[in-house]
């Protein structure tokens, strides 16, 4: 065994490992696997460890796009799936914390650098009030940073997968199309990867056109490149995210702030700013003026929820 810790971010597509030693947040050795190429977990973190030429770790703290209170963990975009114990086992450690990938992403944007951080619209942090974070990527992450003292409790939650309200006749088109398909329609039905080409089909439909494109990839960068349908789809997607995160604002009284994370967002960040974010956002009727106050920031440091996990090793507050 040796001083280092092993920390991961693993989502639906890939898992991000690095080594970090006690009491810090610096990572090192810092490598991204695809998911796909692995049985389980312990072959993800067996291959890491010879790559980084580590023949043992003692203690772990990995964060996952599911949830993670059970003993039996199932990955809810991959095949990925283990006993909390017997994983324990298997790796050979001492300790292994598990979190919900937001809470690490929550705990990660209180080591961001300011300028990482890029104002979306106006408003002005509430001092003592809570803190959204939120982000499509392979799904849609949902998290909060909630004040305890000098401390930040970061929320474990399943946000992501609330039931999808529609505010206009497109959006109602947009939920029929889907409901057709999956029956119910959650939120990351539509903000997400895959969401987005949902989108792209759903919006297609509703103007009798062809849809084309298969992939998110393709969907941005037609979008970027002012294709008309691509276009739309990107714009409502952002407008959407905005409707979505005003809604949990609402809920949890985040008038602390909002950040906005995942792989998607800084792939277009100008586009966002640009967006009908800020409109989907503050259209809350009654309190378009309380909206208006929260501030909204896009995060674009490059490993926030793998930094969050490396924080979760020694946070006592993540309950995991």
Known sequence: MNDFALVGDIGGTNARLALVRPGSV??????????????????????????????????????????????????????????????????????????????????????????????????????????????????????????????WIPLATEGGHVGFAPTDEVEVSVWRHLKERYGRVSVERILCGQGLVDLYRALAAYHGQPAPLTQPAEITAAALAGEALADETLSRFCRILGEQAGDAVLTLGARGGVYLCGGILPRVRDYLLASDFRKGFESKGRFVDYMRQVPVWLCTAEMPGLVGAAAGLENPLTGG
Request: hydrophobic share 45%; net charge negative.
């Open 26 to 151: 610096q990572l090192e050795t810092v490598r991204t696997l695809a998911c796909a190429d692995y049985e389980n977990l312990d072959a993800a973190c067996f291959a890491y460890l010879a790559e980084a030429g580590v023949t043992g770790v003692d203690r772990a703290c990995l964060a996952f796009a599911c949830p993670v209170q059970d003993e039996w963990i199932r990955m809810t975009n991959n095949h990925w799936a283990f006993h909390r114990q017997e994983m324990q086992q298997q790796l050979g450690l001492s300790q292994l914390r598990l979190l919900n990938d937001f809470t690490a992403m929550a705990l990660g944007m209180l080591h961001t650098d300011a300028s990482d951080l890029h104002p979306v619209g106006g408003g002005e942090s509430l001092e003592g009030a809570p803190r959204l974070v939120i982000g499509p990527g392979t799904g849609l992450g949902v998290s909060a940073l909630v004040p305890a003292g000098e401390e």
